[in-house]
Every structure is written in C-alpha cells, then in structure tokens.
C-alpha cells in the first residue's frame, strides 16, 4: 500500500494509471475508519482495478463552534485497516498541502445545498464541495465512493460533479447500519451507553415513518409532527431537522406522492447525529 503525503506525488500516480487505462476507485474520508467507510472501499474493490482512500480532516467544512478540534484521529488505526485490505493507494495531506497560506478559492454550492444543513451549518457544503473539487483534481478517479448516510452531502457533490462536468462518477452507496439499526459514524464514538440508547431514536422514527406511508399515511405535516415526537420520545434531545422532502431537489413536500426521503439531525447528549430513510409512495394515498 503506497501513503502519499504530497499532492503532486497523488496526482501523477493516479493519473499514470488513468492514462493506463486502470479503472480508478476513489473513497475520500475523513479518517476514523468503520465499517461504513470500509464497504465504500469493499465497494471499490469489487468495481475497479486500483482503489485509493484519502484521509484528511477538512478544517474548512466545520463551523467555528463545531468538533473539529476534538473530530476522532486516528491515523495509525486506519492505516493499519487499509493496509489488511490491501488499498493500493492512501493519500494523507497535511493541512498546508491543500491549503496553502493564500488560499482563498471556494466552490458556491448549489441550490441543493442552501436546505437542511446548509440552515444548521453555514458554510459546510463550500468546505465540502471545495475539498472533494481539490481531491477529484488531485486523485483523477473513474469513480468516487459516498455514503448515503450523508444524503445531502452525496445530492450537492453529484450536482456538483454534473454542474462543473466533471470526469467522475459519483456513486452512492448504502447506509451501513449495527444489527439494532444504528447508522455507522464516526461520532459515534462520543457517546456513553446510556446515549447510544438514545441515538437509536433517528432510527425508530425513521422505521415508524417507512411504516405509517407503507399504511398510506400520506400528509407530511403529520407524519414529519409524529417523527418528531417519536424522536423526543425515545430520547433525542434536540432536533435540528426531521423533515420528509423530495428525493431530487429537497425540497419540502406536502404529500408523499413521489420519491421521497425522510432526513433528519438530531442531538444526542453534545453528539450531533444524521440518518435518513428513502421512501417510496407507491399505494393509494391517505383515506
Ligand atoms: O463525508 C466525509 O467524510 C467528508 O465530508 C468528505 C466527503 C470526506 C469531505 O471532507
């Protein structure tokens, strides 16, 4: 396994390789590996010749009062992970390699991006998307890997790609889940017992939503008044956003009556947490 430091080292291995006609797998990542980031490169692996994984903690996608100084390191750990798996390429920048003194040009998002946490969390998706636009210049891959755990994210990275035409193929890959439902994060592991307990509140409400328009409970103001109470009820202590919108847009919706997706954000204890559920209307609507 190859560990690059410098963006020129990254960009003429991989783009060597693209001009070999290797098919390229790229996973970028924020580090603290699990098993969700683990199955975007099993992903990989299955699809293309050469996998690479970047690892880098993007100061720029956090807002001032948000965990970046106390986001989970754990680089040897991880390196070791991908080592076992045999990833052909790591690339691990220091911060002044993608941000030199200087730097001031970013990615406006967009419109996608303006809903949900780009509300919560102003100027997120301008670190997000101007970090993935340097990582896909840095590492020139046939096809980069996200999880749909961050739907959002995955929706303005797409847009963007589509946007600016870029030379990747954005694939989305499904949210990996422990056996009683919680969604893979690495914030995580910030939580005590108790608070794990009450993190699996995103996933009952999300499970009782799937349910009530499975029964064809349609209305979304009910069904998003309902998420929310369960949410509290089962132990959330604030919730940022638990709305069901399109699926497309995110736009918010009256009725479930196309492609939708519930999402929400909700505090557990200190530890903000996401999920989300896709749902599909396909009975008759509320009687
Ligand atoms: O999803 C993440 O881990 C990050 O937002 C990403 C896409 C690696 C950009 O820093």
Known sequence: MKIVESSHEAYAHVHHLRCDQQKIGLVPTMGALHQGHLSLVERSQAECDVTAVTIFVNPTQFGPHEDYGRYPRTLEADLECLSQRSVDLVFVPQQPALYPAGYSTYVEPPAEA?????????????????????????????????????????????????????????????????????????????????????????????????????????????LEQTMQQKLYDAGAEKIDYA?????????????????????????????????????????????
């Open 114 to 222: 303006e809903l949900w946490e780009g509300q919560c969390r102003p100027g997120h998706f301008r670190g997000v998307l101007s970090v993935v636009l340097k990582l896909f210049q840095i590492l020139p891959a046939t096809v980069a890997y996200f999880g749909q755990k961050d739907f959002q994210q995955l929706t303005v990275i797409r847009r963007m790609a589509e946007d600016f035409n870029l030379p990747i193929r954005v694939q989305g890959c499904e949210t990996v889940r422990d056996d009683d439902g919680l969604a893979l994060s690495s914030r995580n592991r910030y939580l005590s017992a108790e608070q794990r307990e009450a993190a699996l509140s995103l996933w009952k409400s999300l499970r009782w939503v799937e349910q009530a328009v499975a029964e064809g409970q349609r209305d979304v103001a009910n």
């Open 243 to 287: 709305r069901i919108v399109d699926r497309e847009s995110l736009a918010s919706l009256s009725a479930v009556d196309r492609p939708s997706v519930a999402l929400i954000a909700a505090y557990v204890g200190k530890t903000r947490l996401i999920d989300n559920l896709l749902l599909d209307a396909p009975g008759p609507p509320d009687h």
